[in-house]
């Protein structure tokens, strides 16, 4: 982990030993009482801490806060709800590329039964998206949905944003040689579940606004997809 991050009830009170950032800041990173590390509170600046003492049970620490950082790129990423270790990888990538909003919608060949995982029901899907942060050096968080159908996701689309749909069947074009607003509100990107999108969600995208592409002749994984998808667009706005 390249920045140790922190929740803003955390700051004020002893580090338990025993909580995995401790462990690593005392066995990876070696830091000893006076010397210092990077840090960041969660959607918050990042700085500088202190490890001021190691007890037997919590270790001791002050903070140095920076300046607040930027907003996340405008960028939304729907994704059709995919198996849970799947969603894993692209919590985590997602939020190491700056990602401003996460949708895991349902959709009609989508499997109903990952809604109920233990990913989405216990908070760790939150984890996840904190390693990813951690792992850019950013404290930036993306928002997240999960379970609603992707009409009430597409409902609350703001105007004035792009909006493509990754597809590898009816798409014309590839991503890369789409057309793209030079400074758009906001990036929509949405991408299917394993199965792919049905033939009415096809027709319920191209309704809103979505230009079907795709990444080219390879068939790619969710979560290696999502990743080329935000790569190839951030790159092409100039956003890297």
């Known amino acids: 982990m390249n920045l140790i991050l922190f929740e803003p009830d955390e700051i004020d009170r002893p580090f338990p030993r025993g909580d995995a950032r ?8 070696r830091r000893r009482p ?22 037997a049970a919590a270790l001791a620490l002050t903070f140095a806060w920076g300046e607040p950082p930027p907003p996340l790129d405008p960028l939304i990423l729907i994704v059709g709800l995919p198996r849970p270790q799947t969603a894993r990888k692209i919590l985590q990538e997602s939020a190491a590329l700056g990602v401003r909003a996460l949708h895991f919608a349902a959709t009609e060949k989508g499997e109903a039964g990952y809604a109920q995982s233990t990913l989405w029901h216990t908070g760790e899907w939150r984890r996840h998206l904190v390693a990813g942060a951690a792992q850019a050096f950013a404290t930036r968080l993306p928002a997240v949905t999960h379970g609603r159908p992707m009409a009430a996701v597409l409902d609350e689309l703001a105007g004035g944003d792009v909006r493509v749909a990754l597809d590898n069947y009816e798409a014309p074009a590839g991503l890369g040689a789409l057309a793209l607003a030079p400074a758009p509100a906001a990036v929509v990107v949405a991408l299917g579940p394993e199965r792919g999108w049905s033939a009415a969600e096809r027709i319920l995208l191209r309704e809103r606004g ?3 592409a795709h990444l080219g002749p390879r068939v790619l994984r969710a979560e290696t997809a999502a990743v080329a998808a935000i790569a190839i667009l951030k790159s092409r706005l100039g956003w890297f």
Do not use: I, N
């Open 34 to 55: 006076g010397d210092t590390f990077d840090a960041g509170l969660v959607d918050g600046p990042r700085g500088k801490a202190t490890l001021v003492a190691v007890g």
């Open 210 to 212: 979505f230009t079907l």
């Open 22 to 29: 401790a462990r690593h800041l005392l066995e990876v990173l």
